[in-house]
């Protein structure tokens, strides 16, 4: 199946620093990813819609400056968290769906960070 | 909005017994229905895609059906293994903005 890589796996950072994650289909190209974030046993809440070669698209209340997403190749998303805080911590998901496939085939997710912030 | 719920929360059983996970959605404007698998800490893996007009997938020993009329569907995993342990997770995508809404999941425990 569809490789989805996500990179670092675990990040602990000082608070106000900023931490970058990155996103990459392997085996396939995505114009369109997205970022979720997940609280423990909760469900995926999705933050923002990554557009290759264009602005990113946020839900209602997800800061877009506080969470600064480029989108710069069919290859790889960033999310990159800004000035961060303890309330930040959580864990951060990415997802993407082949091109070919159009807007309702399968979304295949990374593995996940893990955020921490002192 | 569209409201995914998934019961029970959690689920114990013991190995080789039949595992039946519910899922529910309130609004039935659907592309799809996807399951997914998540093991503690890491991210999701993709399961089975349900696209709206199918009833049914299957793939090895899970099952999955879809009524989009009344908003359900099920995941079967036939004659489960410790290995089947893992929170189970449902997503719909809506067709009106193609976004995907989740369940919280369902935590499985297969014992030895």
């Known amino acids: 199946g569809a490789v989805v890589s996500q990179h670092p796996s675990r990040v602990i950072c000082k608070s106000g620093t900023s931490v970058k994650i990155e996103c990459r289909s392997l085996?396939?190209?995505?114009?369109?990813m997205f970022w979720y974030r997940q609280f423990p046993k909760q469900s995926l809440m999705l933050m923002a819609t990554s557009n290759e070669g264009s602005k990113a698209t946020y839900e209602q209340g997800v800061e877009k400056d506080k969470f600064l997403i480029n989108h710069a190749s069919l290859t790889l998303s960033t999310l990159t968290v800004t000035s961060a805080h303890p309330e930040d911590s959580s864990f951060y998901i990415c997802?993407?769906?082949?091109?070919?496939?159009?807007?309702?085939?399968?979304?295949?997710f990374g593995e996940g960070s893990r955020l921490t912030v002192l | 909005k569209q409201e995914v719920t998934q019961i029970p929360a959690a689920l114990s059983v013991p190995e080789g017994e039949n595992l039946v996970l519910n899922c529910s959605f309130t609004?039935?404007?659907?592309?799809?229905l996807q399951w997914f698998r998540q093991d503690p800490g890491k991210g999701l893996t993709s399961l089975l895609l349900?696209?709206?007009?199918?009833r049914e997938q299957t793939s090895g020993r899970l099952n999955a059906s879809l009524d989009k009329s009344s908003g359900r569907s099920t995941l079967y995993i036939a004659a489960s293994q410790p290995g089947d342990s893992a929170t189970y997770l449902c997503a719909v995508q809506s067709s009106n903005d193609y976004k995907l809404s989740f369940g919280a999941g369902t935590t499985v425990t297969v014992r030895a």
């Open positions: 997802s993407a769906r082949d091109r070919l496939a159009g807007a309702t085939g399968e979304l295949f």
């Open positions: 349900i696209q709206s007009s199918q």
């Open positions: 609004d039935s404007a659907i592309y799809n």
């Open positions: 085996d396939f190209q995505a114009t369109t």
